[in-house]
């Protein structure tokens, strides 16, 4: 009878990887130890979504209004989750005066959801990559193994 | 008003009349995600990096450009009675 896992060596998928890729960007290449790979990632990921939250305000968040964008957007994972939890904390029950200056208009707020959602969409392809990559083949892993 | 702007919680309201100087962030951040998956060798990494950039940055300046004179230009001539 087959055993209802499969090893890694047989399906070929990092399911454990890509979890983590979800979970916090650039950290499934780092768990296969491709630490370079990995630390770039997330430094692109979080750039986006920083300077993203930086130019709409945590109003580009929201998965009430922009529900659509909220799709694109949740794909970079728990950060994004905890920046919508903040947008409805702090600006969807606030009085209307408060809310006016909290939300976003025109284009600081379409460009301010654009740049999480674009994160969102470069951490997908990243999710898919480290679902099928190899362990252990950057440059750092690969000098290492001539050394030796 | 920038003076009582509050970071992350407020939206950038002051950038609104130059939010087309934002494509070079987008473009930055994308490259900088792109080149991380493609490049086997991070030895000229952030050259290829800032090359990916300009690329971007100036095909989509161009099409801006020339979707602009195509409006501006092209249909009113080819519209004249």
């Known amino acids: ?148 | 008003m920038m003076v009582a702007w509050i970071p992350f919680l407020e939206p950038m309201n002051a950038i609104q009349p130059w939010w087309y100087f934002l494509l070079i962030p987008v473009s930055f951040g994308i490259s900088v995600i792109y080149k991380a998956l493609h490049e086997d060798n991070f030895l000229k990494y952030w050259r290829t990096v800032f090359v990916m950039t300009t690329q971007v940055v100036l095909g989509i300046s161009l099409l801006a450009v020339g979707i602009g004179l195509f409006i501006q230009i092209v249909i009113p001539l080819v519209t004249q009675p």
């Open chain 1, 1 to 148: 009878m087959m055993p209802i896992t499969k090893s890694k060596e047989q399906t070929g998928l990092n399911v454990r990887a890509t979890l983590m890729a979800w979970i916090f960007p650039g950290l499934g290449h780092i768990s296969l130890g491709q630490h370079r790979r990995g630390r770039l990632i997330c430094l692109g990921v979080l750039f986006l979504v920083v300077t993203g939250v930086l130019v709409g305000g945590i109003d580009a968040v929201d998965h009430k209004h922009d529900g659509l964008w909220f799709i694109a957007q949740v794909c970079c994972g728990p950060i994004v989750i905890a920046i919508d939890m903040a947008t409805q904390f702090f600006i969807v029950d606030a009085p209307i005066e408060k809310r006016a200056t909290l939300v976003g208009l025109s284009h600081v707020n379409e460009i301010g959801t654009l740049f999480v959602a674009m994160a969102g969409l470069m951490n997908l392809v990243v999710i898919l990559d480290a679902l099928h990559a190899k362990s252990h083949v950057d440059l750092e892993r690969r000098v290492k193994d001539q050394d030796s």
